[in-house]
């Protein structure tokens, strides 16, 4: 039981470029979110989704795309890397209501130079 | 609006007690707590539901005031291994919001 998998776990981009973190999970959640950790910031949700094909923003969708083809799979998409997107990355899932909590994936740490 | 928590840090010793609040300006569904270790990924540790109902870890305890959009976390007899940043989330309707975290330290 894998739980929740990002890949990569760490990446450095220069200014412009673009490029997908990846989420997956194998728990049959059928919610999946994206949080950005900027250090004194705690943790800043970016998008959201509560199912296949439902995709809704949060407190700093800007600079980011989703979308959710399968339950398993939630990428995150940086359209145009900027400095300002250097941050750690979390993806989480849990059950409809989340009533048992989320699980975390171990992070990406994204550099933009 | 993330909430607010506080305090913003703390030292114990092993063996002290900590609370740590959390409040929100908005109404909520439900109460998360998490706890971060450094380089690592934040682990749930409670949930606190509308009515009254609870989940989680069994040496921690939690109380959550519906009508001021309160929580709090109780950490009782605090061991080594509670060393962490605590994070308290708010969810709305399946947006998860976390406070800023509390740093907290426990020394022998």
């Known amino acids: 039981n894998a739980g929740v998998t990002q890949t990569p776990k760490f990446q450095v981009l220069k200014t412009g470029q673009s490029m997908t973190l990846q989420c997956a999970q194998d728990m049959n959640h059928e919610y999946m979110s994206w949080y950005r950790q900027d250090p004194g910031m705690g943790l800043r949700l970016i998008h959201y989704?509560?199912?296949?094909?439902?995709?809704d923003q949060g407190e700093v969708p800007n600079g980011y795309n989703v979308s959710r083809s399968t339950t398993e799979d939630f990428p995150l998409r940086l359209l145009s890397a900027a400095p300002s997107q250097t941050s750690v990355y979390f993806c989480?899932?849990?059950?409809?209501?989340?009533?048992?909590?989320?699980?975390f994936g171990s992070g990406t740490r994204l550099t933009v130079v | 609006q993330q909430p607010v928590q506080s305090p913003q840090a703390v030292i114990l010793r092993e063996g002290e007690d900590a609370v740590i609040n959390c409040s929100s300006s908005k109404a909520l569904y439900s109460v998360h707590w998490y706890r971060q270790k450094h380089g690592e990924a934040p682990v749930f540790l409670m949930i606190?539901?509308?009515?009254?109902e609870q989940k989680g870890h069994e040496k921690i305890s939690a109380s959550f005031n519906e009508k001021k959009q309160q929580s709090s976390l109780y950490l009782t007899a605090s061991q080594l291994s509670y060393s962490g940043t605590y994070f308290c989330g708010t969810d709305n309707n399946n947006d998860m919001r976390f406070g800023a975290g509390t740093r907290l330290t426990v020394k022998p």
């Open positions: 989704s509560v199912g296949a094909g439902i995709t």
């Open positions: 606190l539901l509308k009515g009254g």
């Open positions: 989480a899932s849990s059950y409809a209501g989340s009533r048992d909590g989320y699980t």
